[in-house]
């Protein structure tokens, strides 16, 4: 468990707590460490929503599919990154979604029932760590947020437009990298994959954008 603790002391819901002190917080959140395979299933909808999961390296996405299996990216988490708090902060019985490895991933759980209950020991960082998690849990719902500003496009050139600009705005750039690819864009933006690549070339052609893979720069 040690050796993650360069990994942990770097993620936001470790913010100000210090290497020497992660020892016994691992112990007191009965922090468990799970490795997947690339395309495994992490946590599969309807699981108790009891733990909060720390991406120690790989990815994830974070996936809901409707009855007809049509799936939609919610939120893709790489190393450092977090998931699952937004619903046990929630107090709901059952996740609403499912988890999957983007690629070979080590995955972190942490017991949140042990982060609000203060042990025996009556440790300083659980308040730390509360109030890291509604730190997190804010950003989240910004995100959140966002995005259903982006899917309420009624268009898909609108959506990509919406879903572009708000990527260059968080680079500071009118070029940028996206963080997926086009069968991941498309779940994330709820459109066919082939009529989004269409508009993007579409797009390009109508010099409203320029785009190489994942590289985007808006004109």
Not at 140 to 148: D, E, R, V
């Amino acid at each position: 468990m040690k050796k993650f603790f360069n990994i942990l002391t770097e993620t936001e819901i470790f913010k100000g707590i210090s290497s020497e002190e992660l020892k016994d917080i691992m112990q007191c959140l009965n922090a468990k460490v799970i490795s997947h395979e690339k395309d495994s299933i992490v946590l599969s909808e309807g699981e108790p929503a009891n733990s909060i999961g720390v991406v120690i390296s790989g990815k994830i996405y974070v996936i809901k599919e409707d009855y007809y299996g049509n799936r939609s990216i919610m939120a893709k988490c790489s190393q450092g990154e977090i998931f699952g708090e937004v619903f046990c902060c929630s107090g709901i019985n059952s996740i609403p979604v499912s988890v999957f490895t983007a690629e070979k991933s080590e995955i972190m759980f942490l017991n949140f029932k042990n982060i609000l209950t203060p042990c025996d020991k009556h440790c300083k960082f659980h308040d730390r760590i509360i109030a890291n998690l509604l730190n997190i849990v804010s950003e989240k719902a910004l995100f959140l947020n966002q995005k259903i500003d982006i899917l309420s496009k009624r268009t898909t050139r609108e959506k990509l437009l919406a879903y572009l600009s708000a990527q260059a705005k968080q680079a500071n750039s009118s070029m940028f990298t996206i963080p997926f690819n086009r069968q991941e864009l498309a779940d994330f933006l709820c459109v066919e994959r082939s009529a989004m690549s269409a508009e993007l070339s579409r797009m390009q052609r109508d010099g409203i954008i320029e785009f190489k893979r994942s590289q985007f720069k808006l004109l």
